[in-house]
């Protein structure tokens, strides 16, 4: 009921940037978004949050990349960006924007198809 397309992404040098752009396109106008994140995924590893942004414009951080990346949003067109700066090689991973939604009493979570981030040393 909530498509997000991500853009954004690719390969970069350590120590460098990028920009990683999500929207949430309702098929439901009724549905709620609560909230608009970013998620990352390494291979073997658990899928893991990087930053969540709330619709009370509260943000959440993980601790590895506070001070690093920056989180913004434009609720009211359903839209959240995550600015990548000082990258390092542990923060390769495909990064997937998630979107926190209610229609009722039920609550779903929604990804996006993940964009590859790669940072070489």
């Known amino acids: 009921q909530v498509q997000l397309v991500e853009s954004g992404g690719g390969l970069v040098q350590t120590g460098g940037s990028l920009r990683l752009s999500c929207i949430a396109l309702?098929?439901?106008?009724?549905?709620?978004?609560?909230?608009m994140g970013w998620y990352r995924q390494a291979p073997g590893q658990q899928r893991e949050l990087v930053a969540l942004?709330?619709?009370?414009?509260?943000?959440q951080y993980a601790d590895s990349v506070k001070g690093r990346f920056t989180i913004s949003s434009v609720s009211a067109r359903n839209m959240v960006y995550l600015e990548m700066n000082n990258l390092k090689p542990e923060d390769t991973a495909v990064y997937y924007c998630?979107?926190?939604?209610?229609?009722?009493?039920?609550?779903?979570?929604?990804w996006g198809q993940g964009t590859q981030v790669t940072v070489s040393s």
């Open positions: 998630n979107a926190k939604t209610d229609f009722g009493a039920t609550m779903t979570d929604y």
């Open positions: 309702r098929r439901i106008f009724r549905i709620n978004i609560n909230a």
């Open positions: 942004s709330t619709r009370g414009n509260t943000t």
